[in-house]
Antibody, heavy 115, light 107 residues
Framework: QVQLQESGPGLVKPSETLSLTCTVSGGSISNWYWNWFRQPAGKGLEYIGR???????NYNPSLKSRVTMSVDMSKNQISLRMTSVTAADTAVYYC?????????WGQGTMVTVSS | DIQMTQSPSSLSASIGDRVTITCRAS??????LSWYHHKPGKAPKFLIYGASTLHSGVPARFSGSGSGTDFTLTISSLQPEDFASYYCQQSYTMPYTFGQGTKLEIK
């Protein structure tokens, strides 16, 4: 069974760049859509965007100027990079598979933006 | 962006109860609506897509209905593992958006 695991630094300083990785085990990442979400404490889920393994991306317009997603097929990993972070980017970040709905998710990784 | 509004935001119920959660879209989304179950610290679980189609392996006590702007998720007989937060999500247009969640607690 395919499993997803997010990883990254738990703490990032304001104005710096956040980098997260989603590692896929139990299957290939080829020919799928890979998505990132986040959930600030006490709030709902926010869609960050998606990446297809053919290289197409769709980003939430509210984050588009700061977000980049990429894939490393050799490592079975999908990456999220978010620049110029602020306290408002503090959240649990999730990756998930799917096109219009999302059938497999990771457990999430907490990211705190603080000096 | 399409706004998704869930009600209630929290709900207390007992094992065996029937509960219904409502999700309303700010514009018509056809049946492009999914539901998820989420417990803190765990991966969200996919329940329903196309407003009413159960994902593989989801118990039949879960059902979904609706189209256009108004949707419901019903759990016919609550089980201990059902106490969690539930989220609706529209896939009619990007950016995909979620409701703010309904927290289902044990009474």
């Amino acid at each position: 069974q395919v499993q997803l695991q997010e990883s990254g630094p738990g703490l990032v300083k304001p104005s710096e760049t956040l980098s997260l990785t989603c590692t896929v085990s139990g299957g290939s990442i080829s020919n799928w859509y890979w998505n990132w979400f986040r959930q600030p404490a006490g709030k709902g889920l926010e869609y960050i965007g998606r990446l297809s393994t053919s290289g197409n991306t769709n980003y939430n317009p509210s984050l588009k100027s700061r977000v980049t997603m990429s894939v490393d097929m050799s490592k079975n990993q999908i990456s999220l990079r978010m620049t110029s972070v602020t306290a408002a980017d503090t959240a649990v970040y999730y990756c998930a598979t799917g096109d219009q709905s999302f059938d497999m998710w990771g457990q999430g990784t907490m990211v705190t933006v603080s000096s | 962006d399409i706004q998704m509004t869930q009600s209630p935001s929290s709900l207390s119920a007992s094992i065996g109860d029937r509960v219904t959660i409502t999700c309303r879209a700010s514009q018509s989304i056809g049946i492009s609506l999914s539901w998820y179950h989420h417990k803190p610290g765990k991966a969200p679980k996919f329940l329903i897509y196309g407003a009413s189609t159960l994902h593989s392996g989801v118990p039949a006590r879960f059902s979904g209905s609706g189209s256009g702007t108004d949707f419901t998720l019903t759990i016919s007989s609550l089980q201990p593992e059902d106490f969690a937060s539930y989220y609706c999500q529209q896939s009619y247009t990007m950016p995909y958006t979620f409701g703010q969640g309904t927290k289902l607690e044990i009474k």
